[in-house]
Structure formats: structure tokens, C-alpha cells
DNA sequence: AAAACGGGGTT
DNA sequence: AACCCAGTTTT
């Protein structure tokens, strides 16, 4: 009798071929373009990526482009993104490529998860979709499609629900091909076996699946609950003067470095020192705040943030760290100062009044 | 407004 | 194994 595997692997292949969605990085084999994919895809709506994959790849067209990129064109070329953190580990990551591999990826799949942001999800895409290597490449959506289908009692991400999915997954790899096997899990899970609202009559792999039998396929996965976020609130202050405003290079070390941010408490939150302390502090007892010119919602894994803007003025030349910047120039703001450089633009709508 | 989602790093 | 990361989309 032929293993659940076996069949499954056939079911997946056959439907691949037919159902495919059609995404720009699918013409490449380029490991390096599949890497900028995957990694882009881990934060980003598929829509979303498709319109900026290409540009990000003109402008960093290797690995040594990538390596010798500076902050600023390699923020702006990830803003609006976020998770900066991600596109500075691209960056090392290519550097660190240039110096130990000629600029290439590396034959081993081991040297290449050895590399800052690399781990077993994205070698295993990376060197499947560009060399057919049999590796797993296990993100939410295989996870999800694989713990459905065995209708999986344990945790997924525990250990041993970890190792049963993998295991799954490495018997089908090893009856088709693993290019086509783990892209359509991916296409699975994003399309039939979507998280709340699954259609299992689309999904080739029904007739297999036990969490369809036990009719609850939304059980599955297992995952533990989040805890809500916490409801914080941090201020910023906005300087104005002839299309200019008040900012400063946000250092090594702290959140969004290398963006340009505003003056106030900014992030993180909570935040342990007081307006009015961070007021005198910073700009002296000639710099004046006034009322909020409204708040806006920044959330983040933990935080739930209230962002209040409060518009400022110096009185006096800018302390350093801060300068004028220009409104209009292509800097690499963080979305924080983005957001709230709109509300302190009339021609925008204020979204909420603040206080 | 709440809930869901994601992969990697660090300790 | 548990905790952290500094956001968007879906319900």
C-alpha cells in the first residue's frame, strides 16, 4: 500500500502545476533573488512585495551591491517595511558572503544558515526553490496545511509537533520534487487551507485530511495564545520652520536606528522620564510646548502605543543631535515619524483630535 | 476594536 | 524552552 506520503506528494504536484499563483520571484533561480523574496515575504503581504521586490533587486543587484550599501539607501529602499532590524541582517549577511564566499551563496546550506537572519525556514526555501535541495522549509503555512492534515493533537511548535511536521514533510520531498513541494505548500496555505476561513472542496489534499474528516480543520494548528498588548502612550514633539523639521539621526543602539526621528520620548515605551523633564533636559527653559495637535496608533507585538503630538518651539539654534530636515527630501524616516509628520500637515485630515 | 499572523535571535 | 523583536491585515 502506497504511504499517505506518497499520495499526498502526488496531490500536491499535480495541483501545483495547474494552480500555481503567478509571483514575479517564481521566474528566477537566482538564490540570491529567492533569499530577497523570502525574507521580504516574512514581514510583508504578498501585494505588497510584488511591487517592491524588483526595485529593491535594480538597486541592489548582488550580494556585493548589498554589502556596500549605506543607511540610507538601504533603509529607504526597505521604508515602510518595518522590521528595519531584518534589512540591516540582509546587509551583514552580504558582507559577511562578499568576505568568506567570493560574494556567493555558499554550496553547504550550513554556511548559509550560519548567517545573521538566516534560519532553517529560509535556507530550506532558498535552496529548495533555487537548487531543488530536499530541505523543509516550514513557515505558517505549511505549518498550518501539514497540522491539518494529520488533524496534529500536540502543540506545533513544540517539539514534538515540530518534529512530526518536519517528517511529513522530508517523506514527501522525497517523492517529488522539493522545488515543487514546498512552493505549493505555501500556495496551499495561502489560498484552500487559508487560517479562518478554509475551503477545503478547492484543496487537493481533502480526501486525505484528517482535520477535514474530524470536520474542525480550524483547530488546527495548535498554537499558544498571545497575550494581549498593553495599552502605553508616548509623545513626540514636532518643530516646524519653512519646510523644515526638527529631527536627529537615531544612533546605533536604539530603536529604528539610523531613521530619522523626532524630538520627545519617542520609543521605547513605556518610557521612564516625563514630558517635562525631557523638555527642559534637551532644549532648555526657553523651549515651549503646546497643546497636542493629535494622536495616532502605533502597534507593535507588545505594545499597543498612543502617539501624542505635541508641536514645539526652540527658541533658540537646535541643540545637537538635532538639525532641520527637509519635509520633501527622500530621508528614511521610521513609520512613527512618518505618521506623525502627516498629522502636523494640515492638508491631511487630523485623524483624532488627541486632546 | 480585537484578534491573528511570522520567522529568527538571544538567554 | 521562554522571551523578545518597535507592525500590518483580517475579522
Known amino acids: 500500500m502506497k504511504s499517505t506520503a506518497k499520495i499526498c506528494a502526488r496531490l500536491l504536484a499535480d495541483w501545483f502545476e495547474r494552480r500555481q499563483r503567478d ?19 516574512q514581514q510583508t503581504r504578498v501585494q505588497v512585495v510584488r511591487e517592491r521586490w524588483g526595485a529593491f533587486l535594480s538597486r541592489f543587484p548582488s550580494p556585493k551591491a548589498l554589502a556596500a550599501a549605506d543607511d540610507d539607501s538601504l533603509l529607504s529602499a526597505w521604508e ?13 549577511a552580504a558582507q559577511r558572503l562578499v568576505r568568506e564566499h567570493r ?14 537572519g538566516v534560519g532553517p525556514y529560509t535556507k530550506g526555501a532558498v535552496y529548495s526553490l533555487a537548487f531543488d535541495c530536499p530541505l523543509p522549509a516550514i513557515d505558517g503555512n505549511a505549518e498550518r496545511v501539514i497540522s491539518r492534515l494529520l488533524a496534529l493533537k500536540e502543540p506545533a511548535r513544540k517539539k514534538t509537533g515540530r518534529v512530526q511536521i518536519e517528517a511529513f514533510v522530508q517523506s514527501m520531498l522525497r517523492e517529488q520534487s522539493p522545488r515543487i513541494i514546498n512552493q505549493a505548500l505555501m500556495d496551499l496555505g495561502a ?20 482535520a477535514r474528516q474530524e470536520g474542525t480543520p480550524t483547530l488546527y494548528p495548535k498554537l499558544p495564545p498571545r497575550p494581549r498588548p498593553q495599552a502605553v502612550e508616548t509623545h513626540l514633539l514636532l518643530a516646524t520652520k519653512e519646510g523644515l523639521f526638527l529631527g536627529r539621526r537615531i544612533p546605533q543602539g536604539e530603536i529604528n536606528q539610523g531613521q530619522i526621528g523626532l524630538p520627545g520620548l519617542g520609543l521605547p515605551v513605556p518610557s521612564e522620564q516625563s514630558l517635562e523633564d525631557y523638555l527642559q533636559g534637551t532644549f532648555g527653559p526657553k ?27 526652540i527658541n533658540a539654534p537646535p541643540p545637537a543631535p538635532f538639525s532641520w530636515f527637509s519635509r520633501t ?8 515619524t512618518r505618521k506623525a509628520l502627516r498629522l502636523g500637515t494640515p492638508l491631511s485630515q487630523a485623524k483624532e483630535s488627541g486632546d
Open 23 to 41: 509571483l514575479p520571484w517564481r521566474g528566477t533561480l537566482d538564490p540570491y533573488r529567492i533569499w530577497i523574496s523570502e525574507v521580504m515575504l
Open 80 to 92: 515602510g517595511l518595518g522590521y528595519y532590524r531584518r534589512v540591516r541582517q540582509l546587509r551583514e
Open 103 to 116: 560574494g556567493q551563496i555558499p554550496k553547504d546550506p550550513k554556511d548559509f544558515a550560519s548567517l545573521p
Open 191 to 210: 489560498g484552500p487551507c487559508a487560517p479562518a476561513t478554509p475551503e477545503c472542496p478547492l484543496c487537493p489534499l481533502h480526501s486525505q485530511c484528517k
Open 287 to 313: 523651549a515651549e510646548i503646546g497643546p497636542s495637535l493629535g494622536s495616532f496608533g502605533h502597534s507593535i507585538t507588545r505594545y499597543k502605543i498612543t502617539v501624542y503630538v505635541h508641536p514645539l518651539n
Open 329 to 336: 527630501a527622500k530621508l528614511p524616516l521610521s513609520t512613527v
